[in-house]
């Protein structure tokens, strides 16, 4: 864990560096907020981010939802996970999931990819298997518009949660 102080001060390189998982396979957005220190709080520092996400072209922002990982891998699937993606799925007990409950899921996840060409994102803290489940089922009625927003506000969530962990207010 680094201080914001700390990170206020590193090079804009070490920066980008340091924040670069906060975003799934996006350290551009680390990057482009550097500039900005110094940040007064976490809190500022994640709006900068999640600002950065929202100027960011919709290509980029496409291809920012499809660096995530499907929910619910199994097996060699698996090897492509970030220790961050792999930390949170097993949090919402994908891991002890029952063999249905992963069926089910890897069924919504390829008829989402098939409806929205692009991975179902939910920032499954406090989540279950059942609730992803539900949550899936819920955003397949959506429309592509509704879904890329939706997808983008839970990438904003889970990008909280992970500088939560890097970065310390003190």
Not at 7 to 26: C, D, V
Not at 92 to 107: I, K, M, V
Not at 130 to 156: F, H, M, P, V, Y
Request: proline letters at 5%.
């Amino acid at each position: 864990m680094i201080t914001l102080a700390e990170l206020n001060r590193l090079p804009p390189g070490e920066f980008t560096l340091t924040l670069a998982g906060i975003f799934e396979h996006s350290p551009w957005v680390a990057e482009r907020v550097a500039a900005a220190r110094p940040f007064e709080s976490r809190s500022q520092l994640l709006e900068a981010m999640r600002a950065a996400v929202d100027e960011a072209t919709s290509e980029e922002q496409l291809t920012l939802i499809r660096a995530h990982p499907k929910l619910g891998l199994r097996g060699r699937e698996r090897a492509g996970l970030t220790q961050a993606s792999t930390q949170e799925q097993r949090g919402a007990g994908l891991d002890a999931a029952e063999p249905d409950e992963l069926a089910r899921l890897e069924a919504l996840n390829a008829g989402y990819v098939e409806k929205f060409a692009m991975p179902f994102i939910l920032a499954v803290r406090g989540h279950t298997p059942k609730s992803i489940i539900e949550t899936c089922e819920r955003r397949l009625g959506n429309d592509l518009q509704l879904e890329r927003r939706t997808a983008l506000r839970e990438i904003g969530l889970i990008a909280g949660y992970r500088l939560a962990g890097v970065v310390s207010e003190g």
